[in-house]
């Protein structure tokens, strides 16, 4: 069953249909890629049959494959490309063609491997014009890297960035393709079956407003959201806004600190996140999980710019203006629809 329950109004779709069609249309483009580019002699996934129900899902020692490869590339820069994303942080399902993790390394991958990254800074923030989606500073392929593990917000779990811009100015990138929503607070939904429920459980009420056994988890634990984030948030909140602004917005706002926070300051100079989606996703409508979330995380920053976003077509469309590796804007065209 899908998450959305989000009444028509003012003439729109209903959201949940439109989230529906929009997975199965791409699931069945990669089933048409899955048999124009996978021979049937050979075992390369798990279930290879199509079905508009779900993606094509690679074996688990070929999930490489997943991942988009130059035609003419030579070894090294095969293993150049793959070693951005080592096994072990691969998320759980990189090996199914809908993991945004997979396609975020057959295009920023790639785009580092063949030192063209310099075309995303033509790339737009798509909430206002002018504004460049990856910061206006020029940066090289060392500067870059995927997978980026954060050790600066004293989490006791690492935040690991989906790419992330190294230098005096930082960029942290989030990519998204079919999901649905961002990562929210796991305290929240614990339960007394969880051995941490006693010590981590909460009940998002806003912290800045409550005491005692309602104060947030992550503090006692020494995590600095809090600390940091009255720097770049108005989180003050209300009586008539009790909630707290981590809950749902918890992987959005961690983004943000990852890259405004500096040598232990934070500040909007320091830095900005950027989201990267699929502008065919309903999620990210106004009206979407994603787009909401997006939206509340953006209006209670002190700095607008220090969220931004763009859509993967965006980025395939500099690419193809500045005719920047053609063999993988088609194969992104054939796969994706990007």
């Given at each position: 069953m899908s998450i959305y329950k989000v009444p028509t109004k003012n003439g729109q779709?209903?959201?949940?249909?439109?989230?529906?069609?929009?997975?199965?249309?791409?699931?069945?483009?990669?089933?048409?890629y899955q048999k124009s580019r996978f021979p049937e002699s050979t075992p390369w996934f798990d279930r290879p049959y199509a079905s508009i129900l779900r993606p094509p899902v690679f074996l688990r020692d070929q999930?490489?494959?997943?991942?988009?490869?130059?035609?003419?590339a030579n070894g090294f820069e095969k293993q150049s490309l793959l070693e951005l994303i080592p096994k072990g942080e691969r998320h759980?399902?990189?090996?199914?063609?809908?993991?945004?993790?997979?396609l975020a390394q057959s295009v920023?991958?790639?785009?580092?491997?063949?030192?063209?990254?310099?075309?995303l800074s033509e790339v737009e923030d798509e909430n206002e014009k002018g504004l460049k989606a990856f910061g206006e500073l020029p940066f090289s392929s060392d500067q870059f890297d995927l997978e980026h593990k954060v050790t600066y917000l004293g989490e006791t779990r690492q935040t690991s960035l989906d790419g992330f811009i190294e230098g005096d100015?930082?960029?942290a990138i989030e990519c998204k393709l079919?999901?649905?929503?961002f990562g929210s607070c796991s305290r929240p939904r614990l339960t007394p079956k969880d051995t941490n429920y006693g010590s981590e459980h909460c009940d998002a009420t806003n912290p800045l407003l409550a005491s005692g056994a309602n104060r947030c988890p992550l503090i006692a634990k020494g995590i600095k959201y809090w600390s940091f984030g009255s720097a770049l948030f108005d989180w003050k909140g209300s009586e008539a806004d009790p909630f707290c602004p981590l809950n749902q917005n918890y992987q959005l706002v961690r983004n943000v600190l990852s890259a405004c926070v500096k040598d232990e300051r934070v500040s909007p100079r320091t830095g900005h996140a950027v989201v990267i989606y699929d502008n065919r996703n309903p999620a990210f409508r106004p009206d979407g999980k994603a787009g909401k979330s997006f939206n509340e995380t953006r209006s209670a920053l002190l700095n607008k710019h220090s969220l931004r976003k763009c859509s993967w077509q965006s980025i395939v469309k500099q690419m193809r203006d500045n005719r920047i590796l053609p063999w993988l804007i088609e194969d992104l065209a054939q796969k994706y629809g990007l």
């Open positions: 779709g209903d959201l949940n249909s439109s989230y529906s069609d929009y997975k199965t249309n791409l699931y069945k483009r990669f089933w048409e999930a490489q494959w997943n991942v988009i490869t130059s035609p003419a759980k399902w990189f090996r199914s063609m809908s993991s945004s993790q997979a920023l991958g790639n785009l580092k491997v063949y030192n063209a990254l310099a075309v100015y930082q960029v079919t999901e649905a929503e």
